[in-house]
């Protein structure tokens, strides 16, 4: 009998066709948790997505088959990576092919809310007057040496450097890799996170979610920000306290905030969405019709590699 892989999401079309080639029977379920649980006993490896918790229960449910949780994603919070090592359940995530997708969101965001391009847009459409003043929708000069504060500089946050270095930032990072030639090259200087706080007119969030950043920045990092200052976070909405968030944003206490992610995604705080200077999309970092292709295709790599007894091509 063939092994099975279980879904939690429909493939995109080609990392499908892969799929539906390889020696693996596949099968769907929804996200819903009681579905999961009601899908998994017996398969060998479960495909997950981000909203998607895979516990030591969704483990023990699926069996002594299971050998391998598959995240379509680079972050794999969702996924209990103890339980699974203890289990001896391999974990693989798809690093390195969405840094560029996930970067030309994170400066999308950096502009929208630097030249209030929402703000505006939403004004144009209410049909109201309007002429040219000289402080008509004013905002932050990105490309007149405005600073950059990276906090967590792997992968995508050097990519979003690259594109700051293009538009003459001054760019400031945290991370163990801030320091080393290729963060050099690109002129960024490595910070603490307080001086990070204190000198960025942008501050974009890289990390990954973890026990230490959770809650990485609230109220106190806020006060300790420039009252113009924007932050961006296309990593992971609960590295932010999102009422403090709202509090610091509706009080003045920062300028604007570029969001992809929510703390309790897919929920979003109504009192976020009523604040003007909040640029919000539903975590489409990664959505690019090539890049989720490429994703697709790396987790579909690991299942078949795993499921044939060789070793995962991405483990966590
Ligand atoms: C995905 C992401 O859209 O890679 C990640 O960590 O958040 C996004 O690329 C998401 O993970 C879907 O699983």
């Given at each position: 009998r063939r092994p099975r892989a279980h879904l939690t999401f429909t493939l995109p079309p080609n990392a499908a066709?892969?799929?539906?080639?390889?020696?693996?029977?596949?099968?769907?379920s929804t996200a819903d948790r009681d579905d999961l649980l009601a899908a998994v006993p017996g398969a060998s490896a479960i495909v997950s997505l981000v909203t998607h918790r895979i516990d030591g229960e969704v483990m023990d449910a699926a069996g002594p088959s299971l050998r391998l949780v598959a995240n379509l994603g680079v972050g794999y919070d969702n996924i209990d990576v103890p339980a699974a090592t203890a289990r001896g359940i391999a974990v693989t995530n798809t690093p390195g092919v969405l840094d560029e997708a996930t970067a030309d969101l994170a400066f999308t965001l950096l502009l929208a809310t630097a030249r209030r391009v929402v703000e505006a847009d939403r004004f144009v459409r209410t049909g109201a007057e309007w002429r040219w003043e000289p402080d008509f929708f004013v905002g932050l000069d990105v490309s007149a040496?405005?600073?950059?504060?990276?906090?967590?500089?792997?992968?995508?946050?050097?990519?979003?450097?690259?594109?700051?270095?293009?538009?003459?930032?001054?760019?400031?990072?945290?991370?163990?890799?801030?320091?080393?030639?290729?963060?050099?090259?690109?002129?960024?200087?490595?910070?603490?996170?307080?001086?990070?706080?204190?000198?960025?007119?942008?501050v974009s969030l890289h990390c990954p979610l973890t026990s230490e950043t959770r809650h990485l920045i609230g109220a106190e990092q806020f006060a300790a920000m420039k009252r113009s200052a924007i932050l961006i976070n296309t990593a992971r909405g609960p590295i932010v306290d999102e009422l403090a968030l709202i509090d610091a944003l509706r009080?003045?206490?920062?300028?604007?905030?570029?969001?992809d992610v929510f703390e309790w995604e897919p929920a979003i705080s109504q009192g976020l969405l009523a604040l003007p200077n909040?640029?919000?999309?539903?975590?489409?970092?990664?959505?690019?019709?090539?890049?989720?292709?490429?994703?697709?295709?790396?987790?579909?790599?690991?299942?078949?590699?795993?499921?044939?007894?060789?070793?995962?091509?991405?483990?966590?």
């Open positions: 066709a892969r799929l539906a080639a390889a020696p693996v029977e596949v099968t769907t040496g405005a600073t950059l504060g990276i906090v967590g500089l792997g992968r995508i946050g050097f990519a979003v450097a690259r594109r700051a270095a293009a538009f003459g930032m001054r760019i400031v990072a945290t991370g163990s890799r801030a320091s080393g030639p290729e963060a050099e090259a690109l002129g960024i200087r490595a910070v603490e996170l307080a001086e990070l706080l204190a000198e960025s007119d942008v009080d003045g206490v920062i300028g604007a905030a570029g969001l909040v640029v919000a999309v539903p975590h489409i970092g990664s959505a690019g019709a090539a890049t989720r292709e490429r994703m697709g295709d790396l987790a579909v790599q690991n299942v078949v590699a795993v499921l044939g007894g060789l070793p995962p091509v991405t483990p966590v």
